[in-house]
C-alpha cells in the first residue's frame, strides 16, 4: 500500500514526497555489464545503487522519462532538459536513506531532526530550487519508479524543469526482510 507523505519547507521551490511498500530487497550481481545494466534498468536492486555504472543508468532512466511530456495530477509538464549526475547529491541521499533504513522511518525530517534544507547545506548542494523523494519497501528501480510515477507530487518532482541535477541512494534494514529505504534529491547547479 502505498503511503503518501508531502511538506513544504521552503515556498514554491522545495518540493518532496514519499511513499511506502512492503516488500523485500532481492540483491542482483554487482559484476553485470553495463549494456546489461542499460537494458534491466528497471531491475536495479537497493544494493546495485552503490556502482557507478548502477547510477548512470539509473540517470538514463531519469532522463528519458523528462524526454517525454507527462501529466503528474492536474499538472501537465512538457519534456525538460535531462538531469545531470550529482555525487555531493548522492552522498546527502544515501546518509538519509542509511538514517531512515536505521531508525526505522520514513520522512523528509532525519532522526536528529536535519530536514532537507540542512541535510543539502551540509553536503554543499542547496541551490534555487531543491526536491526529494523518498520511498519504502519497493525492492527494484522499476517498483519505486512506478510509484513516484503514479503520484501527482513525486511525478512533479522527477518532470520539474528548474532542477538541472540528481542523485538517487538506497538502504537497506538489519531486519530479515531488508526492507529498502530509497532516497532520490533533485538540485540546481
Known amino acids: 500500500m ?3 507523505k508531502t511538506c513544504s519547507l521552503l515556498p514554491a521551490t522545495l518540493f518532496i514526497g514519499a511513499c511506502s511498500a512492503n516488500t ?3 540483491p542482483t550481481d554487482s559484476t553485470t555489464s553495463i549494456a546489461q545494466i542499460q537494458n534491466n534498468s528497471n ?4 544494493q546495485d545503487l552503490q556502482n557507478p555504472a548502477y547510477q548512470q543508468a539509473v540517470l538514463s ?3 528519458q522519462i523528462r524526454q517525454q511530456s507527462r501529466q503528474c495530477g492536474q499538472q501537465y509538464f512538457p519534456a525538460t532538459k535531462p538531469l545531470s549526475w550529482s555525487n555531493n547529491l548522492y552522498k546527502g541521499a544515501l546518509s538519509h536513506s542509511e538514517d ?3 531508525h526505522n522511518f520514513l520522512g523528509h525530517v532525519g532522526s536528529t ?3 532537507l534544507k540542512s541535510r543539502l547545506k551540509i553536503y554543499n548542494t542547496l541551490g534555487k530550487a531543491n526536491g526529494e523523494n523518498v520511498a519504502s519497501g519497493q525492492k527494484t528501480l522499476g517498483q519505486v519508479m512506478s510509484r513516484w510515477l503514479t503520484s501527482p507530487l513525486h511525478c512533479s518532482n522527477l518532470m520539474n524543469p528548474k532542477f538541472t541535477t540528481y542523485a538517487i541512494a538506497c538502504a537497506s534494514d538489519q531486519s530479515v526482510k531488508q526492507k529498502s529505504y530509497w532516497t532520490q534529491q533533485f538540485g540546481t547547479r
Open 2 to 4: 502505498s503511503l503518501l
Open 24 to 26: 523485500l530487497v532481492m
Open 43 to 46: 531491475e536495479i536492486s537497493c
Open 61 to 63: 532512466t531519469i532522463n
Open 100 to 102: 531512515m533504513a536505521a
Open 113 to 115: 531532526g536535519l530536514d
